[in-house]
């Protein structure tokens, strides 16, 4: 979960989210559309308060949810 926003934290979040995906992708490789439905959002891999800071102040969003509701209606 992504709790910092310094570059080391970032990097290495990046180094794990890739691992994860590429576990994902093995253990669901005969069956694709598993994929989608067991990989974890980049969103929830945010600790809600900070995705709460960065969709004010970087984003201009009022609200955390604001992303998921203008791409998922």
Not at 50 to 68: I, K, Q, S, Y
């Given at each position: 979960m992504v709790e910092s926003t310094s570059h080391a934290a970032l990097v290495e979040w990046k180094r794990r989210r890739k691992e994860y995906e590429n576990e994902v992708a093995g253990r669901c490789s005969r069956d694709p559309e598993r994929i989608a439905k067991m990989t974890t959002s980049v969103a929830n891999s945010f600790?809600?308060?900070?995705?709460?800071?960065?969709?004010?102040?970087?984003?201009?969003?009022?609200?955390?949810?604001?992303?998921?509701?203008k791409r998922y209606p």
């Open positions: 600790s809600y308060s900070l995705l709460e800071v960065l969709c004010d102040l970087e984003w201009g969003l009022d609200n955390a949810n604001e992303p998921t509701r």
